[in-house]
């Protein structure tokens, strides 16, 4: 079983910044994706960013400029810098692992952003 655990969330004032960790456990199959999603109230869950083992990267316009994920293979952790961040930004966000057809979820982090 994997499990992964986000840390990071919190409030913060429009213009400033946050960093989301989130640290996976478990049988992880050394080449897989990681990535970060967000559902804010009354929406569906929504990409935000996605990193390869190899390091490939992939944002949400609405993030780029903004935003940059990042890992740790040693750890199996993913990180998600998010600067300039306005209220629009405010949602759970979710980090997630997959391989082929498997994929694992945490358990979410808020992320309030005051205007």
């Known amino acids: 079983q994997v499990q992964l655990v986000e840390s990071g969330g919190g409030l913060v004032q429009a213009g400033g910044s946050l960093r989301l960790s989130c640290a996976a456990s478990?049988?992880?199959?050394?080449?897989?994706?990681m990535g970060w999603y967000r559902q804010a109230p009354g929406k569906q869950r929504e990409l935000v960013a996605t990193?390869?083992?190899?390091?490939?990267?992939n944002y949400a316009d609405s993030v780029k400029g903004r935003f940059t994920i990042s890992r740790d293979n040693a750890k199996n952790t993913v990180y998600l810098q998010m600067n300039s961040l306005n209220p629009e930004d405010t949602a759970v966000y979710y980090c997630?692992?997959?391989?082929?057809?498997?994929?694992?979820w945490g358990q979410g982090t808020q992320v309030t952003v005051s205007s």
């Open positions: 997630n692992v997959k391989w082929g057809t498997t994929v694992y």
């Open positions: 990193i390869t083992s190899g390091g490939s990267t």
């Open positions: 478990g049988s992880i199959f050394s080449s897989n994706v």
